[in-house]
T-cell receptor
C-alpha cells in the first residue's frame, strides 16, 4: 500500500525556536497533503490542507503565520512551527492524498511528537 | 457540516468474541467512508474503505464494514477478535465533490483480553 513518512519522529526544542517537520509520500505523488494535530486520547484535528505549488488552506483558528506550510514538490510537504511555545507540544500527523480513478484515499504518516520546553 | 459519531468510546472484549463498532455520519449526499486503526505506539493505518457498489466491504485482518445508507451507518465488524486487535479505531467520512477533507469520529478504544 501507499507509504507516507515523517521526519523527525520526535523533537524536543526550547521555547521560542522553530521546528520543521517533513512529510513525504514515498511511492506515489500527492498534489494534496494534510496536517493534523492529535491530542492525547482524542481524535485528529485538521490544521491545514497543503497544496502543491500554491498556498496552504488553514482551518479556522489555526494561525498561518505560526504554522508555516510549504508543499514544494509532489512528494514533500513541510510544516514549520515558528516561535514554538509549550502549548504547541503535541503529536503532529500528516497525510497524503492518493487519487486513483477519481477515488481518493488518505494515507497517514507515523507522526511527529513535539515537546517544547 | 459533516460529522461522524462513534458512540462506543471504550470497548473491552475477550479473545474470540465478536466485534461491532458503531459509526454514523451526518451528510446526506454521496460520501466515501473509511475505517482507520491506530495500534499502540503506531500510526494510523487504513483498514477498509467504501466508495460505491457492494455495501459490504472487506478489509485487512478479517475486518469488514457494512454501509447502510438508510441508517447513515458504517459499522465495523469482526467475527472473532484477537489480542493483537487491541487498538484505537477511527471512522471517517469524505464528502465527495468538495472539500476533500476527512471528517473523523472521536475514536473507539478497543481492548481485547486474553
Amino acid at each position: 500500500g501507499a507509504v507516507v513518512s515523517q521526519h523527525p519522529s520526535r523533537v524536543i526544542c526550547k521555547s521560542g525556536t522553530s521546528v520543521k517537520i517533513e512529510c513525504r509520500s514515498l511511492d506515489f505523488q500527492a498534489t494534496t497533503m494534510f496536517w493534523y494535530r492529535q491530542f492525547p486520547k482524542q481524535s485528529l484535528m485538521l490544521m491545514a490542507t497543503s497544496n502543491e505549488g500554491s498556498k496552504a488552506t488553514y482551518e479556522q483558528g489555526v494561525e498561518k503565520d505560526k504554522f508555516l506550510i510549504n508543499h514544494a514538490s509532489l512528494t514533500l510537504s513541510t510544516l514549520t512551527v515558528t516561535s514554538a511555545h509549550p502549548e504547541d507540544s503535541s503529536f503532529y500527523i500528516c497525510s497524503a492524498r492518493e487519487q486513483r480513478g477519481g477515488k481518493e484515499t488518505q494515507y497517514f504518516g507515523p507522526g511527529t511528537r513535539l515537546l517544547v520546553l | 457540516a459533516q460529522s461522524v459519531s462513534q458512540h462506543n468510546h471504550h470497548v473491552i472484549l475477550s479473545e474470540a468474541a465478536s466485534l461491532e463498532l458503531g459509526c454514523n455520519y451526518s451528510y446526506g449526499g454521496t460520501v466515501n467512508l473509511f475505517w482507520y486503526v491506530q495500534y499502540p505506539g503506531q500510526h494510523l493505518q487504513l483498514l477498509l474503505k467504501y466508495f460505491s457498489g457492494d455495501p459490504l466491504v472487506k478489509g485487512i485482518k478479517g475486518f469488514e464494514a457494512e454501509f447502510i445508507k438508510s441508517k447513515f451507518s458504517f459499522n465495523l465488524r469482526k467475527p472473532s477478535v484477537q489480542w493483537s486487535d487491541t487498538a484505537e479505531y477511527f471512522c471517517a467520512s469524505l464528502k465527495t465533490g468538495g472539500g476533500n477533507k476527512l471528517t473523523f469520529g472521536t475514536g473507539t478504544q478497543l481492548k481485547v483480553e486474553l
